[in-house]
């Protein structure tokens, strides 16, 4: 697999090769799923996917080609038998009631004639042409060359509906693309693009934290870079070589904070060893919770003003437990409280105010509230 003057930088080239290698070492045959969770793993983008699809046919990378898409391999039957038993009430419940819509899609689907390979040449030769009504054509007589390669990716965390809805993004995108002129079945190279697709809406599902676009693009340049100087230097880049590479204003704090942000998440209920069955909740500290002496003595003390407060004037005391949220945790405005009694906003300061020294008085001489003033 040489490389020749195209997009696909040495470090992503050099990846790959190291790939591919490993799969013949292990005397596994490369599919074209394995290469393309690959690039999704390096980040490729869409110039450098279509380049290396074109590597991998021009140099025959994939030992195991895709086959010909024929009428044999999925023919409507197939996918009749695929709707009904999605359409079947215990699936339909555990696709949460989508089933009968994607059950009547498939049936629908496979009432559309599939192209010969004369008739898809002469249709992509028309796409390239302007023909929308060709374009259309190439896209429907495929649908179910979608549906065939969802089924690879069921149970990953998307539902057929989904994988088919992205597999059909994919295949839009490859009519798109499809240069007729270069020899290809259409069917293969659609394949690459519908894959490509279902690969990465998995990757985004599976992240925990959704990042916005041109944050996603800023960790795309700056794991490159990174990677990038990995092979240069052999060792981890600083943030300050990172931020030198990249240039265009890059800072070593802006690349500490895309760093962080892309950090994979790792999950609460990960175990934390192989003894018990601890997880690594159970070692991190709540903050947000007080630990068991304080909330006792917290409780203690809420007692006791309760206890304080039926000493005071009523209305003083109904003052002092909406303003703190004594009954409901919730404290309350001046102009809230002040709508209670009905009156202003000033006189209510003025009685809470009048309340707290009393309070402050009660503490002075309450031996056991001195206990917790701390």
Same mark, same amino acid.
């Given at each position: ?55 991998? !046919?021009?140099?025959? /990378? %994939? ?23 999605? =359409? !079947? ?29 004369? !008739? ?13 009504? =060709?374009?259309?054509? %190439?896209?429907?007589? #495929? ?5 065939? @390669? ?12 989904? %994988?088919?809805?992205?597999? #059909?993004?994919?295949?839009?995108? =490859? ?9 290809? +079945? ?13 690969? +990465? ?7 925990? @934290? ?22 240069? /230097?052999? +060792? ?5 070589? @990172? ?7 890059? &800072? ?20 934390? $060893? ?23 003595? #917290? ?5 006791? @003003? ?31 409280? $002040?709508?209670?009694? #009905?009156? &202003? ?30």
């Amino acid at each position: 697999m040489e490389h020749k003057d195209n997009s696909i930088s040495n470090v992503h080239m050099g990846e790959i090769r190291a790939f591919v290698n490993e799969k013949k070492e292990h005397g596994e045959e490369l599919s074209q799923k394995d290469l393309l969770e690959q690039a999704q793993k390096l980040e490729l983008n869409e110039e450098e996917l279509d380049e290396l699809y074109e590597l991998s !046919e021009e140099n025959e /990378l %994939l030992e195991e080609q895709l086959e010909e898409f024929e009428e044999e391999e999925i023919t409507s039957e197939e996918v009749a038998d695929d709707a009904e038993i999605i =359409a !079947e009430p215990e699936n339909d419940r555990r696709t949460g009631g989508i089933g009968d819509s994607v059950a009547h899609y498939m049936k629908k689907i496979g009432r559309i004639p599939l192209l010969t390979p004369q !008739e898809e040449y002469e249709t992509a030769k028309a796409v390239s042409e302007g023909d929308q009504k =060709a374009k259309e054509k %190439l896209i429907d007589s #495929n649908l179910r060359l979608v549906v065939s @390669i969802a089924r690879d990716y069921l149970n990953r965390g998307l539902s057929m509906q989904d %994988l088919i809805q992205e597999g #059909n993004i994919g295949l839009m995108r =490859a009519v798109e693309k499809f240069d007729y002129s270069r020899g290809f +079945r259409f069917s293969t190279y659609a394949t690459w693009w519908i894959r490509q697709s279902m690969t +990465r809406a998995i990757a985004d599902q599976s992240r925990d @934290i959704r990042l916005p676009v041109h944050m996603n693009d800023q960790v795309v340049k700056v794991r490159r870079a990174q990677r990038s100087l990995v092979q240069e /230097l052999h +060792r981890e880049p600083t943030t300050k070589e @990172i931020a030198e590479k990249l240039g265009n204003g890059m &800072t070593e704090e802006n690349v500490s904070q895309i760093l962080q942000v892309s950090q994979a998440t790792v999950s609460l209920e990960t175990p934390a $060893g192989d003894e018990d069955d601890s997880t690594l909740a159970d070692f991190i500290e709540d903050k947000s919770t007080l630990d068991p002496i304080e909330y006792a003595n #917290n409780e203690l003390l809420k007692e006791r @003003i309760r206890e304080i407060l039926k000493e005071l004037p009523e209305r003083e005391a109904g003052i002092l437990r909406m303003r703190y949220g004594l009954d409901d945790g919730v404290p309350k405005t001046l102009e809230e409280v $002040g709508a209670v009694y #009905n009156v &202003t906003r000033e006189r209510v300061r003025q009685l809470e105010q009048r309340a707290l020294r009393r309070l402050k008085f009660k503490f002075g001489r309450d031996g056991d509230l001195c206990d917790y003033r701390d």
